[in-house]
């Protein structure tokens, strides 16, 4: 990168993240998200999408944070983005007067990749060339108006009429076919954040401790009906990780508290109990559904202080949960049933054990103690009194005062 983009950059230094950016709008088109971070803060980022065979981009916005502003960042992330995909035509869209004036001082990598500045009838099989004209012509209006060059020189037909040829190449446009994951194809991965007592989580990161105990008490904190709804069920691990991590660096506010990151594996859901939902190409989201139950077959956790230290428990048998509902009007009765107001197990609720029914190694114990309450409720049914006699003086004896019994052992 250029030596001037680092200028007014503090010491802590810059790091580029390349992640996913799920959005639905774009179709096929993969989301995508170029991260700066300068130390552990956001300094910017630059959001874009991916033709499905890699050889198109499409630039939604780049937004540099207040405070890392005018030290390079834009021009730094716009490089990263011309490095990430070095075949692909780019395409910048329309600028707002701010984008206009920071391009116009911006040295593009490559000029010839850029739609704008090449005639569609190189590109037209990935971009609306009537919607890339008004572009145009929407760029050359804000440079005149703020007397801009916009690197007029390079850009194809610039200030001219050219929708008569826009429109003849508009039947060149090839829409890609979105690709969509089957949710109930493989297990799903879905991250959240915890914010845990200090004693439980020194427990659960206490590699010392058993993992499936450690696990347990993770599920029951957040609690088995909770499992998170606002977040997207990826393919992979790695791209729930992700996810967290993503949460943690745009989060609305800062904890006091250290912050785990954990990671639920589901088994593949039954297709025919899937409520609606949004497939995306490696993930789907359930937000706009009601509960759905699910069996975890995994948990991961890690904080995000030290990703390096992974904890990891394989739950056998799996574990019954279930994705929270919108709210508790929308849950099921099966839902309501088992989880509380809270989306915690209800008390008279047994999770089994080893795959058995509840108690089922102890069903001679039960036994002997239901003959022993049934004695009991015998021995304590009122016996016939004998009618009261009268007295000479003409009043009737009354019967004796109960004697207090004491129970027997184990009653």
């Avoid at 944070?65 to 011309?82: C, N, T, V």
Wanted: aromatic share 8%; charged share 20%.
């Amino acid at each position: 990168m250029p030596a001037s983009s680092e200028a007014g950059l503090p010491d802590e230094g810059l790091s580029l993240w390349l992640t996913d950016w799920k959005i639905s709008a774009g179709g096929a088109w993969t989301g995508r998200r170029l991260v700066a971070c300068i130390g552990t803060a956001v300094g910017g980022h630059l959001d874009f999408q991916v033709h499905p065979d890699g050889q198109a981009v499409q630039v939604w916005m780049v937004n540099v944070h207040p405070g890392f502003q005018r030290r390079g960042l834009a021009g730094i992330l716009m490089d990263a983005l011309y490095a990430a995909h070095p075949m692909a035509w780019i395409n910048h869209g329309a600028r707002s007067p701010e984008g206009a004036t920071w391009w116009n001082s911006y040295r593009e990598p490559d000029p010839r990749r850029n739609v704008h500045n090449r005639p569609p009838a190189e590109w037209a099989a990935y971009f609306d060339a009537v919607e890339v004209a008004s572009e145009k012509a929407q760029i050359a209006h804000i440079n005149h108006l703020y007397q801009l060059d916009g690197h007029r020189a390079d850009v194809y037909r610039y200030d001219e009429r050219c929708e008569q040829e826009a429109d003849h190449y508009l039947s060149a446009l090839r829409p890609a076919t979105a690709a969509r994951m089957d949710p109930a194809a493989q297990p799903l991965h879905g991250a959240t954040r915890l914010f845990l007592p200090p004693d439980l989580h020194a427990h659960v990161h206490d590699p010392a401790q058993d993992a499936a105990v450690r696990a347990a008490a993770l599920l029951d904190y957040a609690g088995h009906g909770n499992l998170p709804r606002d977040t997207y069920w990826n393919t992979t691990r790695r791209a729930a990780w992700e996810d967290a991590h993503h949460g943690e660096l745009f989060q609305d506010a800062v904890s006091i508290q250290p912050a785990t990151h954990v990671v639920f594996t589901l088994r593949p859901p039954d297709r025919a109990a899937l409520p609606k939902y949004n497939a995306l190409s490696a993930s789907v989201d359930f937000t706009g559904s009601n509960d759905l139950a699910v069996e975890v077959v995994e948990l991961s956790w890690r904080s995000p202080q030290q990703p390096h230290c992974t904890h990891r428990a394989t739950l056998t048998p799996p574990v019954d949960a279930a994705i929270a509902p919108r709210s508790r009007r929308h849950a099921s009765e099966d839902y309501q049933a088992r989880y509380d107001e809270a989306g915690f197990l209800r008390s008279s609720v047994e999770e089994p054990v080893d795959g058995q029914a509840p108690f089922a190694d102890r069903a001679e114990e039960i036994r002997v103690l239901a003959d022993r309450l049934q004695q009991a409720v015998q021995s304590r049914k009122p016996r016939e009194q004998p009618k009261p006699q009268a007295s000479p003086s003409g009043h009737q004896q009354q019967p004796p005062a109960a004697q207090p019994r004491l129970n027997g052992p184990g009653l």
